[in-house]
């Protein structure tokens, strides 16, 4: 991993992807260094894997996935503090943005991506590929304590990495190791890290697989709803239930941005009407191997 990243080269050597686990100071260093050497990694996200990479690899990335031209903006993972600074609050709808103000996103952690109008600093920062027409961002949020992005911000200075599905352009994604392994032989990535030790066992028992649920919030110039733009691998209901709770006053709605295959979709509401957002929530980290 001392040279630069090239996937052509890489994936004609015939290697193994190493497995690592984020749960034990060996894998964390793996992995965190392969990020911070350049090199796109492998990693479970729970309900599904996804290609994680520093920002100023983007065209690499997008040629070994085989993405077709012109390359969609890319989402990116980091923790709530990092994801405040980016959030240009004045153009969000006040019902939105007084609830920001406090914390309330925090909420969202390791459940769904968020999709918000960025600063003109962070759109200076993050740069075209990661900032869509509208000036919007879209980032998964994890905790402060999360392993791998801790290790990132206090050893190498790194408070964000971008993140696309793992999946080569066309195909469906890979929601287990063993495809997983495949993909990453594909793309060159020299390692596959799993969010624990025990998901090697876990993972065909978990009832999220595919994708991550993306929510945008409302512009000052909208009306204050809350728009469900992929449902993934959850039932709608779960969403707007969170939505509900994490910003009081709201509207919902549900509007997929683009075609998709057809999920199916974790409901534990279904079943257990009465659940309670803190229940909710810990329901969906659950069936997607995240607690």
């Given at each position: ?26 894998g ?16 479970d996200?729970?309900?599904t ?51 920001i ?8 952690e ?43 911000r206090?050893?190498?200075?790194i ?12 195909e ?6 063993s ?11 020299r390692v ?16 999220r ?68 957002p ?14």
């Amino acid at each position: 991993m001392d040279r630069p990243y090239d996937y052509k080269g890489a994936n004609q050597e015939g290697f193994q992807p190493e497995v690592v686990s984020l749960d034990n100071n060996t894998g964390l260093e793996c992995a965190a260094l392969a990020l911070a050497k350049g090199w796109p990694v492998v990693i479970d996200y729970g309900a599904t894997f996804g290609t994680t990479f520093l920002t100023n690899i983007r065209e690499q990335v997008a040629m070994a996935r085989k993405e077709p031209e012109p390359l969609e903006w890319v989402s990116l993972v980091t923790n709530y503090d990092t994801a405040r600074g980016w959030i240009d609050v004045k153009r969000l709808h006040p019902q939105v943005a007084g609830q920001i103000s406090i914390g309330v996103l925090q909420a969202l952690e390791n459940t769904t991506f968020v999709r918000f109008p960025a600063t003109s600093a962070a759109i200076d920062t993050l740069g075209m590929h990661h900032v869509n027409k509208d000036n919007e961002v879209q980032a998964f949020l994890v905790p402060d304590n999360e392993p791998l992005m801790r290790i990132l911000r206090e050893k190498y200075k790194i408070p964000y990495v971008a993140v696309r599905s793992a999946n080569i352009h066309g195909e469906p994604e890979k929601s287990n190791l063993s495809e997983a392994i495949e993909y990453a032989r594909q793309i060159g990535a020299r390692v596959v890290a799993l969010n624990k030790d025990t998901a090697h066992q876990e993972q065909y028992l978990r009832q999220r697989i595919g994708s991550q649920p993306i929510i945008r919030l409302p512009l000052i110039s909208e009306d204050p709803v809350v728009t469900l733009v992929r449902a993934g691998n959850t039932h709608p209901s779960v969403i707007q239930s969170l939505v509900y709770h994490t910003f009081p006053g709201v509207e919902f709605k549900y509007l997929e941005e683009k075609a998709g295959p057809e999920r199916v979709q974790y409901n534990p509401l279904s079943s257990e009407p009465g659940l309670s957002p803190d229940e909710l929530r810990n329901r969906l980290l659950k069936a997607a191997g995240l607690s």
